[in-house]
Nanobody, 119 residues
Framework: QVQVVESGGGLVPAGGSLRLSCVASGNIVSFTSMGWYRQPPGKQRELVAAIRRGGRTNYADSVKGRFTISRGTAKNTVSLQMNSLKPEDTAVYYC?????????????WGEGTLVTVSS
């Protein structure tokens, strides 16, 4: 059993910052990656950023230089620092945890947290 819980969403003006946090628990000893995806209104879910167990990170081109993914002291926690937010960043943000060898593929998800960026 694996649980994933996100927190930190909200409403922010364009140009502002927001930090999302995620905690995974349960049978996660063999996880290989954690990451953030988002689903804008009317669109498909897309990768935002992911971090491998060894620390390697991967970002969507649209957020490079603005967003930073990091792990907490406890390896089962991950955060997403979002700066210079744009209205097009508005989406439900989902945290996931993966156990396979394919990068960016998550096996379990949280329920999501809404981020709204006003223009």
């Amino acid at each position: 059993q694996v649980q994933v819980v996100e927190s930190g969403g909200g409403l922010v003006p364009a140009g502002g910052s927001l930090r999302l946090s995620c905690v995974a628990s349960g049978n996660i000893v063999s996880f290989t990656s954690m990451g953030w995806y988002r689903q804008p209104p009317g669109k498909q879910r897309e990768l935002v950023a992911a971090i491998r167990r060894g620390g390697r990170t991967n970002y969507a081109d649209s957020v490079k230089g603005r967003f930073t993914i990091s792990r907490g002291t406890a390896k089962n926690t991950v955060s997403l620092q979002m700066n210079s937010l744009k209205p097009e960043d508005t989406a439900v943000y989902y945290c996931g945890i993966g156990f396979g060898v394919v990068e960016n593929v998550m096996d379990y998800w949280g329920e999501g947290t809404l981020v709204t960026v006003s223009s």
